[in-house]
């Protein structure tokens, strides 16, 4: 995309160079998103957002953020989300690279299993799960990586488990080696997606196979034969069942790693959290959540031409939606570099997104991150080994590479 029209004399906005995925970004995060917000609260962006493309909008208020995401019409997501897009006819994630009505559609099929109520009967076995990871943790000699022996597993055991995908030891094994090369081996990455979306297919075609439609996989495999109009191929059932097998792992393992690192790095956290009733934890959940971003960006495409803060945004053009700067906003989270568990408008972060597309596991990730920190503080140990230095993947769902812990019962 080339630079807009007022580029041909001295553009009327603030222009920056601002490349999500660039390492450097996550090294410095926090001063990264603040100096970007500050100097561009809405501007252009030189960063290339797709193999070929370079130059996006970049919305980074929080205010501006939440009016682009609850405004499909104009900012839609069906010419892609990503930070950096592939090809849609190689992989669309679905359904947050669809409209209306396919995604309403599809959002209808899915909503059941995760809503607050659906999650209630999972409370149980998370908790197990928690339980069974952390005597793992508390076996193990001298540091503890926290992130491959807790906050990795966690997420997949879960979703591999009843209700949702329901797989066998082998089936489970084999997924797990296939989400952990896809996170930490770039490299290997175009091997190993077409045996996710092959792993993917099997199980749909188990399901129906079975005639099984009562978990997350049955209801995916039986999806889009006509029913409310609906009408997809099995290559987009795949891509359903990929994107909640991707964006429920990486997405929720970023979320458990930067909460376990904040609270082995602020014992006052710890302290104020062991005894606390339900609402301070699921109000410092939020305030966990709003101050790490696990997806920091996420983009749309313009459906008209529109002005947002002075830019003029022009049919076509791409706009990259920052929540994790909005989530840094003063102007909505006075003192925003300063964890605070009673801000009164924390549930106001952005950090599941807004509007149609705001996360469909928002709930099931809150479960998991519930249990781990119950657990966590009722340890009499919970430190992050002091000058351990915390290297961040840079990835559309960041999250520390490791957290090395000294804990104790
Ligand atoms: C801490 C963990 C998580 C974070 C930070 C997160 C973040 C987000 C964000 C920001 C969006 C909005 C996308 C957009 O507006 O373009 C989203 C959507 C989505 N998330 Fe999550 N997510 C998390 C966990 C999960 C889990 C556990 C699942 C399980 C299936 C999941 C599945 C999805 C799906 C399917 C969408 C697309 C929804 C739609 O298009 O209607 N996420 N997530």
């Known amino acids: 995309m080339s630079e807009p029209a007022a580029s041909a004399s001295e553009p009327t906005y603030p222009v920056v160079d601002f490349a999500p995925l660039d390492p450097r970004v996550h090294d410095d995060y926090w001063n990264v998103l603040t100096e970007v917000r500050e100097k561009c609260p809405v501007g252009w962006s030189t960063s290339q957002w797709s ?227 339900e609402r301070t934890i699921d109000r410092a959940i939020e305030e966990f959540l709003r101050f790490a971003t696990p997806v920091s960006q996420l983009s749309r495409t313009a459906t008209k031409d529109v002005e947002m803060g002075g830019c003029p945004i022009q049919k076509g053009d791409r706009v990259m939606l920052n929540w994790a700067a909005a989530n840094l906003d003063p102007a909505q989270f006075p003192d925003p570099l300063t964890i605070d568990i009673d801000r009164p408008n924390v549930a106001s972060h952005v950090a599941f997104g807004s509007g149609i597309h705001r996360c469909l596991g928002a709930h099931l990730a809150r479960r998991e991150i519930k249990a781990m920190v119950r657990a966590i503080c009722a340890l009499s140990r919970f430190e992050v080994v002091p000058d351990a230095e915390i290297k961040w993947r840079a990835s559309m769902a960041r999250g520390p590479v490791a957290v090395p812990v000294l804990l104790a019962r």
């Open 51 to 277: 193999m070929t493309e370079s130059g996006q909008w970049i919305i980074n208020t929080h205010r501006d953020v939440m009016a682009a995401a609850t405004d499909w019409q104009t900012f839609s997501s069906a010419d892609g989300v990503s930070s950096v897009q592939l090809p849609l006819d190689i992989l669309r994630l679905i359904p947050v690279e669809t409209d209306p009505p396919t995604h309403r559609e599809i959002r209808k099929a899915l909503n059941p299993f995760f809503t607050p109520y659906a999650l209630e009967e999972k409370v149980g076995e998370i908790n197990e799960v928690v339980a069974g990871l952390l005597e793992g943790c508390l076996a193990q000699e001298g540091p503890v990586d926290f992130v491959s022996s807790f906050t990795a597993k966690l997420p997949p055991v879960v979703f591999l488990g009843p209700g949702f995908l329901d797989s066998t030891e082998e089936q489970g094994r084999q997924l797990l080696e296939l989400v952990d090369i896809m996170l930490t081996k770039p490299e290997l990455t175009m091997e190993a997606a077409p045996k996710l979306l092959a792993w993917c297919g099997e199980l749909l075609e188990s399901r129906r196979a079975a005639g099984r439609k009562e978990d997350l996989a049955g209801v995916i495999a039986h999806m889009g034969f006509g029913e409310g109009g609906l009408h997809m191929d099995e290559k987009q059932r795949i891509e359903t069942i990929n994107l909640a097998v991707m964006a429920g792992m990486e997405t929720t393992m970023g979320g458990l790693g930067a909460t376990a690192w904040l609270l082995g790095t602020r014992p006052e956290l710890r302290a104020r959290l062991r005894d606390a009733d």
